[in-house]
């Protein structure tokens, strides 16, 4: 299940509507349904606000299902073996990229700006009597 089915199924379980969500996050109908058909990239922000608006963890609304690959009764390869774990590794750094920018822009929006605005501004200076 990718993330625009991912999206559609849980705005089914709350109950709303395409255009219910599209007015919510203020985008045209045709936009939000780009969102849930994969036509659009989510961005993390747009990502959030739709977390909010379904009541769901932005996590577990952007994690990809990594398919389960069952071996029956063969034997695989060491270059299969290595290539199996390394797709399965791909999918964890992905889903761990997309966490640690929700957390990044977290932190930009709430405390970079205030730091970068002490560190910027000049200390003033005391005038001393002579």
Not at 22 to 46: C, H, P, Q, V, W
Not at 65 to 83: A, I, R
Not at 97 to 115: C, D, L, M, P, T
């Amino acid at each position: 299940m990718n993330t625009g089915d991912r999206i559609r199924q849980i705005r089914f379980q709350k109950g709303y509507s395409q255009e219910n969500m599209a007015d919510m996050l203020g985008i045209s109908t045709t936009a939000y349904g780009d969102i849930e058909r994969n036509k659009t990239d989510l961005t993390i922000s747009r990502a959030n606000e739709i977390a909010k608006i379904l009541g769901v963890n932005i996590i577990e609304l952007l994690k990809e299902d990594v398919p389960v690959l069952k071996v029956e009764s063969q034997e695989l390869n060491s270059s299969e073996k290595l290539q199996l774990e390394n797709d399965k590794l791909k999918a964890e750094l992905e889903k761990w990229q997309v966490v640690a920018a929700y957390w990044k822009e977290k932190y930009e929006s709430r405390f970079a700006g205030n730091v970068l605005k002490i560190i910027t501004e000049e200390p003033e200076r005391r005038k001393i009597g002579f």
